[in-house]
């Protein structure tokens, strides 16, 4: 099937959106080491390299604690085209001896750019490579490795529930010491979360939907949207291996961490929604699924049932300190 690929800015796709393997990142070298910052709500360690792209840098955020911390593990939105690590909340979780980092990661258009095919793969891998380092760091940095829980807002999000279902993708047989590490988490909690990237499924959940495209290549300008997301569902079939490599919904099994999921609008399946990017339909599904092989996961919309923690901090907070 013959693709056609419209190159536009990462401006552009960011207000539609909101909207070959590459090579394993370097080992960060000495020469990058990051600099001390004060305490407090500036990072503690900032635009600390754990890969060899400068877009491969994340913030560490300590919390004072006399014994290792659990820790919140930030990843931005911007449907994996725009965005910053710079505009996370961290003063709860430090008040409460958790620490955060939130991390820079490569975009899609610079993916496709560089032949990446699926471009999502730049994204989603840094995102796992991150948490690799930060696990490599643990005795340094006073973390529990074992307790990391993953957070982010729309394509954040996605990034985050891909991880909390994704099998451990560590490599004990690498020469990369960063790459032995896990990338499992303990948990996720995570607000206005696509958890498919399956045109057809995201049809008959909304039937408005047109999300995803892009992180397959298909990148859209604003007028072309639609047609976007047609050519992308009608390149389903050939893209399915890749599109169930990268959907979270694919991953969900029994030995999953508990997720937390929160919508600003009630669900409606099968109608279409006001923003269809952002739908809560995209949470009752993933719930569905969830609860199907007996993985905790608490929905949160305006009118849920059965609500513990109206708000991520307060899942996350009780969730890693228990």
């Excluded at 954040?156 to 960063?178: E, N, Q, R, T, V």
């Excluded at 639609?226 to 979270?248: C, T």
Aim: include cysteine.
């Amino acid at each position: 099937m013959t693709r056609t690929f419209l190159a536009v800015s990462a401006a552009l796709l960011c207000a539609q959106l909101h909207a070959a393997e590459p090579a394993a990142p370097a080992t960060p070298t000495t020469a990058a080491t990051p600099t001390p910052v004060p305490a407090g709500t500036k990072p503690t360690l900032a635009n600390v390299p754990y890969g060899s792209s400068p877009k491969q840098v994340l913030d560490f955020y300590k919390a004072d604690s006399s014994k290792p911390t659990p820790l919140v593990f930030y990843i931005h939105g911007g449907g994996w085209t725009a965005g910053s690590k710079d505009k996370f909340g961290v003063d709860p979780y430090l008040k409460a001896g958790i620490s955060v980092v939130s991390i820079e990661y490569r975009f899609i258009q610079e993916a496709q750019a560089a032949g990446v095919k699926p471009p999502v793969e730049w994204p989603l891998h840094d995102a796992a490579r991150a948490l690799q380092f930060v696990r490599s760091k643990a005795a340094e940095w006073n973390i529990d490795k074992t307790r990391i829980g993953a957070t982010g807002g729309s394509a954040g999000a996605c990034s985050s529930l891909w991880l909390a279902f994704h099998s451990d993708m560590a490599d004990p047989k690498s020469s990369d010491p960063i790459a032995h590490e896990s990338t499992r988490l303990f948990c996720a909690a995570v607000d206005g979360a696509q958890t498919s990237l399956d045109p057809k499924q995201l049809k008959e959940w909304t039937p408005n939907s047109r999300y995803g495209g892009h992180a397959f290549g298909f990148m859209p300008s604003v007028a072309k949207r639609d047609s976007q997301f047609a050519e992308f569902l009608a390149a389903r079939e050939e893209l399915l291996p890749l599109i169930k490599e990268y959907s979270p919904y694919e991953h969900v099994s029994a030995d999953d961490p508990p997720v937390y999921l929160i919508y600003n609008a009630p669900p409606a399946l099968g109608q279409e929604q006001k923003d269809p990017t952002h739908t809560s339909n995209y949470g009752v599904k993933l719930q569905e699924k969830a609860r199907s092989v007996g993985v905790p996961c608490e929905l949160v919309y305006p009118g849920a049932p059965d609500v513990k923690h109206p708000k991520i901090v307060d899942f996350l907070i009780e969730t890693l300190k228990k």
